[in-house]
C-alpha cells in the first residue's frame, strides 16, 4: 500500500526555486509561471528556505510594504522542515497532517532532490484506493454470492464453494479450495475429510 513507498516514488523532481537576494515580486512571477503554492529559496543552489502565498500575504501584503522593495529572504520561513527521500509516504502524511504543511522539501543529505505536496500525497492514496477497489472486484469474482436461502439452510457456506487459499487440512496453497466439512481444503486433501 501507499504506506511503504518512499516519498522518492511521488515527489516532483523539477523543484521551482528562486535565489535568497530576489524580490518577493521575483518570486511572485515564478510562483505564477508555474502554478506553484510555494517556492524554494537558495543560496548558491542549496536550499535555505521556503516562500509561499501565505508568507506574501501576511509579511507583505497586510503589512503594506511594497513587494518589490522586499527581500525573499526577509520573508522566507527558515529554517525549512524537510523530509529525506527514503522516508515512507505515511510517515510524511501524518508529520504533515500533525505539523499542519501543505509541502515538504525532499532532500537527500543537503542537496534538494524534490518536493511533496499534500496534493501528492492525496492523488496517491486515491490510486492505491482505485487499485484497491480493483483487487476487491476481483476477489469478489472467487467468491460468488450466496443466497439468503442457502445461507439460512445450512447456516454455513455451501458444500463446493471454490476459492484461492491455504489448506486447512495439508497447509499447502491451493488455486482451488473446497469448503467441506466445515473447514477449507485442497482438491486433495478433500477425499481425505
Request: charged share 30%; aromatic share 4%; with cysteine.
Amino acid at each position: 500500500m501507499e504506506a511503504e513507498l518512499p516519498v522518492k516514488e511521488i515527489m516532483t523532481r523539477d523543484v521551482i526555486t528562486v535565489d535568497l537576494g530576489s524580490s518577493c515580486v521575483d518570486a511572485a512571477e515564478r510562483m505564477l509561471e508555474h502554478g506553484v503554492g510555494g517556492i524554494i529559496v537558495t543560496d548558491e543552489s542549496r536550499p535555505v528556505g521556503i516562500l509561499t502565498e501565505r508568507d506574501l500575504v501576511e509579511k507583505v501584503i497586510l503589512r503594506d510594504l511594497r513587494p518589490s522593495t522586499v527581500r525573499v529572504e526577509d520573508v522566507m520561513t527558515s529554517p525549512m522542515i524537510t523530509v529525506h527521500s527514503t522516508d515512507l509516504v505515511s510517515d510524511v502524511m501524518r508529520k504533515m497532517a500533525r505539523l499542519r504543511i501543505h509541502r515538504f522539501p525532499v532532500v537527500e543529505g543537503k542537496r534538494l532532490a524534490g518536493i511533496v505536496t499534500d496534493t501528492d500525497l492525496l492523488v496517491v492514496s486515491a490510486q492505491m484506493g482505485e487499485i484497491f477497489a480493483e483487487l476487491v472486484d476481483m476477489c469478489a469474482e472467487r467468491f460468488p454470492p450466496v443466497s439468503a436461502d442457502e445461507w439460512e439452510e445450512t447456516g454455513e457456506w455451501p458444500s463446493g464453494l471454490m476459492v484461492q487459499g491455504i489448506c486447512e487440512e495439508c497447509g499447502k496453497l491451493s488455486e482451488n479450495l473446497t469448503f467441506s466439512n466445515g473447514r477449507y481444503v485442497c482438491e486433495l486433501c478433500v477425499d481425505t475429510d
